[in-house]
């Protein structure tokens, strides 16, 4: 069985409207690019941890960008870190998993036709798996891009935060300027 969006020639966005997805396809373009995400993170922690002392860093671009291995115990920006490790991975696994499943849930829901909106879900999830898989194993997430402009550095962060990013705003894109979702 096929599905089809339709819209208007010449209508804003109307070369979305003319893609054809089956079921299938659907299916995956989000575990693809999903398991994209989450194989490319797990790949460049082990480079990092391998290769990297914990606490020190590798200069890629003098001035602007480092490679420095950390250990995130919280969320972003270290939030809940000082909560016990007993009550932290429990809570931050299961927000995860329910974050992951209102995902898939919403991928389910979103049209076949609106590829831009299934590969921004996909890579929320990806990088929510890439990042819980972290915190299973280690009780931490391993953080090492470190980008900075003198001494003021952004905190560090991982392909799955980049993933988990760019598919929010592509997701934000969709759903406010486009009405999508």
Same mark, same amino acid.
């Given at each position: 069985?096929?599905?089809?969006?339709?819209?208007?020639?010449?209508?804003?966005?109307?070369?979305?409207?003319?893609?054809?997805?089956?079921?299938?396809?659907?299916?995956?373009?989000?575990?693809?690019?999903?398991? +994209? &995400?989450?194989? $490319?993170?797990?790949?460049?922690?082990?480079?990092?941890? =391998? #290769? !990297?002392? /914990?606490?020190? @860093?590798?200069?890629?671009?003098?001035?602007?960008?480092?490679?420095?291995?950390?250990?995130?115990?919280?969320?972003?920006?270290?939030?809940?870190?000082?909560?016990?490790?007993?009550?932290?991975?429990?809570?931050?696994?299961?927000?995860?998993?329910? +974050? &992951?499943?209102? $995902?898939?849930?919403?991928?389910?829901?979103?049209?076949? =036709? #609106? !590829?831009? /909106?299934?590969? @921004?879900?996909?890579?929320?999830?990806?990088?929510?798996?890439?990042?819980?898989?972290?915190?299973?194993?280690?009780?931490?997430?391993?953080?090492?891009?470190?980008?900075?402009?003198?001494?003021?550095?952004?905190?560090?962060?991982?392909?799955?935060?980049?993933?988990?990013?760019?598919?929010?705003?592509?997701?934000?894109?969709?759903?406010?300027?486009?009405?999508?979702?």
């Amino acid at each position: 069985m096929r599905n089809t969006l339709h819209s208007a020639p010449g209508a804003p966005g109307s070369w979305r409207g003319r893609i054809t997805l089956s079921l299938s396809r659907k299916s995956t373009i989000i575990g693809g690019v999903a398991l +994209a &995400v989450f194989a $490319l993170d797990r790949y460049t922690k082990q480079l990092v941890t =391998g #290769n !990297v002392e /914990l606490g020190s @860093s590798i200069n890629v671009v003098d001035g602007f960008f480092d490679l420095t291995y950390v250990r995130n115990l919280g969320a972003a920006f270290g939030f809940l870190s000082l909560l016990d490790s007993s009550y932290r991975v429990p809570f931050f696994a299961t927000t995860t998993l329910a +974050a &992951v499943c209102l $995902l898939l849930y919403f991928a389910h829901k979103t049209e076949p =036709g #609106n !590829v831009l /909106l299934l590969v @921004s879900l996909a890579l929320v999830t990806g990088g929510a798996l890439g990042n819980l898989a972290d915190r299973l194993m280690y009780g931490y997430v391993v953080d090492f891009i470190d980008w900075y402009i003198g001494s003021y550095h952004w905190p560090a962060f991982n392909i799955a935060d980049s993933a988990i990013t760019a598919g929010i705003a592509i997701m934000g894109e969709e759903i406010i300027i486009r009405k999508k979702l």
